[in-house]
């Protein structure tokens, strides 16, 4: 029996440095509090709560005043650093370069334009804590996009900021850019439409669309291992599913059906871009145990 990790899963570059200072900080000794979830995995969160991080909304800021924040990866609003300010809170900024590079674009745009002429349009989900740092930097003036229909919220009589979620799905933004392009050639009958297009995505997520549909079809069984809750995951397991109809989704080896093993000579594990590669490593060892048996 062949058991594979997907070399290319694993945290991405953003996940790792939001992970790392926050055990560099937890070393120190003292509390850590993380604001929302460091990482979209149950497990991985559930060990960082073990060397002493508490994970806390919001809303309970105030609640921890004196007291050192982390904020993760996906960026905050400007609302937060203002807070945390007010309550004499140590913020250790994990936000992901490529996030805060983004922040930092969008704000430049929406401060050096005026209303009449620009519209900054976001795409990328709603509700997304990245989402709602890009919109916080801007006092919510963007407008988000999740799919085509979206559009219709545009006005295309005046000059588009087009910005992506850095983790967004690279062909459905190109899919609504054309369309958003089509559409101001006809409005304003030019052959120059006024679109400003700026690609954000990570191009380390964009990477892994290939990677994962060629790991997935080079094995008989795949177990993709992901947090529910983790919209990446979501998104790299359809793909393996598409590629590989023998695929299953687990968080951790404790879901792991021993009924998949019949008939199969190779399996390949691999998950998202929030799953530690400790978490890889149990569930190939688990896998082992039971074939073992």
Same mark, same amino acid.
């Given at each position: 029996?062949?058991?594979?990790?997907?070399?290319?899963?694993?945290?991405?570059?953003?996940?790792?440095?939001?992970?790392?200072?926050?055990?560099?900080?937890?070393?120190?000794?003292?509390?850590?509090?993380?604001?929302?979830?460091?990482?979209?995995?149950?497990?991985?969160?559930?060990?960082?709560?073990?060397?002493?991080?508490?994970?806390?909304?919001?809303?309970?800021?105030?609640?921890?005043?004196?007291?050192?924040?982390?904020?993760?990866?996906?960026?905050?609003?400007?609302?937060?650093?203002?807070?945390?300010?007010?309550?004499?809170?140590?913020?250790?900024?994990?936000?992901?370069?490529?996030?805060?590079?983004?922040?930092?674009?969008?704000?430049?745009?929406?401060?050096?334009?005026?209303?009449?002429?620009?519209?900054?349009?976001?795409?990328?989900?709603?509700?997304?804590?990245?989402?709602?740092?890009?919109?916080?930097?801007?006092?919510?003036?963007?407008?988000?996009?999740?799919?085509?229909?979206?559009?219709?919220?545009?006005?295309? &009589?005046?000059?588009?900021? =087009? #910005? *992506?979620?850095?983790? /967004?799905?690279?062909?459905?933004?190109?899919? !609504?850019? @054309?369309?958003?392009?089509?559409?101001?050639?006809?409005?304003?009958?030019?052959?120059?439409?006024?679109?400003?297009?700026?690609?954000?995505?990570?191009?380390?997520?964009?990477?892994?669309?290939?990677?994962?549909?060629?790991?997935?079809?080079?094995?008989?069984?795949?177990?993709?291992?992901?947090?529910?809750?983790? &919209?990446?995951?979501?998104? =790299? #397991? *359809?793909?393996?599913? /598409?590629?590989?109809?023998?695929?299953?989704? !687990?968080? @951790?080896?404790?879901?792991?059906?021993?009924?998949?093993?019949?008939?199969?000579?190779?399996?390949?594990?691999?998950?998202?871009?929030?799953?530690?590669?400790?978490?890889?490593?149990?569930?190939?060892?688990?896998?082992?145990?039971?074939?073992?048996?």
């Amino acid at each position: 029996m062949i058991i594979e990790i997907d070399p290319g899963a694993g945290f991405c570059f953003g996940v790792k440095r939001a992970i790392s200072l926050a055990e560099d900080k937890l070393q120190q000794g003292g509390k850590l509090f993380s604001l929302g979830q460091i990482v979209h995995n149950k497990d991985e969160e559930q060990r960082l709560n073990q060397l002493g991080m508490t994970t806390i909304t919001h809303d309970q800021m105030d609640e921890v005043k004196d007291n050192p924040i982390l904020i993760r990866a996906h960026g905050e609003p400007k609302s937060t650093y203002q807070k945390a300010l007010k309550n004499n809170i140590e913020l250790i900024d994990a936000t992901c370069p490529i996030v805060l590079k983004l922040q930092n674009e969008i704000r430049k745009c929406w401060l050096e334009g005026d209303e009449d002429n620009r519209q900054i349009v976001v795409f990328g989900k709603k509700g997304h804590p990245e989402v709602i740092g890009l919109q916080g930097n801007i006092d919510n003036q963007a407008i988000i996009i999740e799919n085509i229909s979206d559009i219709e919220k545009i006005d295309f &009589s005046r000059p588009i900021f =087009l #910005f *992506s979620q850095t983790t /967004a799905d690279e062909e459905l933004f190109d899919i !609504i850019k @054309n369309d958003i392009a089509k559409r101001l050639n006809d409005a304003q009958k030019s052959s120059t439409p006024p679109l400003h297009v700026t690609k954000s995505i990570c191009s380390q997520v964009k990477n892994r669309k290939n990677q994962v549909i060629t790991f997935a079809s080079k094995h008989d069984l795949i177990i993709f291992v992901g947090g529910k809750n983790s &919209s990446n995951g979501r998104y =790299l #397991f *359809s793909l393996c599913k /598409a590629a590989n109809t023998n695929s299953f989704f !687990i968080e @951790n080896e404790t879901n792991f059906n021993p009924g998949w093993l019949t008939g199969v000579k190779s399996i390949g594990i691999t998950g998202a871009t929030s799953t530690p590669d400790w978490l890889l490593e149990k569930v190939k060892s688990h896998i082992n145990t039971l074939i073992q048996r």
